[in-house]
């Protein structure tokens, strides 16, 4: 399972539960799961790690540069298996 990258997108399975969010940073530790703070479409962040991701969101891909959300990330997350 690849690691998600800062900007990655994330489509509501359920917008009753949650709104669209934005991966906004990635709290790497040395053992997983890796925490991912994430950003919803009205502003409320949450510390995510990517099975809770998966059960509230669709992952889709990198967000472009004009997204309201977007984070001018220096070294975003590395790929990992």
Not at 4 to 16: K, S
Not at 33 to 52: F, H, N, V
Not at 62 to 71: C, N
Request: aromatic letters at 8%; one cysteine or more; proline letters at 2%.
């Amino acid at each position: 399972m690849r690691a998600l990258r800062v900007n990655t997108l994330l489509y509501t399975r359920d917008g009753r539960d949650i709104g669209n969010a934005i991966v906004t940073g990635v709290q790497r530790r040395s053992r997983l799961p890796w925490r991912y703070q994430i950003k919803t479409d009205y502003g409320k962040s949450s510390m995510l790690c990517r099975a809770e991701i998966e059960v509230f969101f669709y992952i889709g891909g990198v967000a472009e540069r004009d997204h309201k959300h977007r984070t001018e990330a220096t070294g975003e997350s590395p790929t990992a298996s």
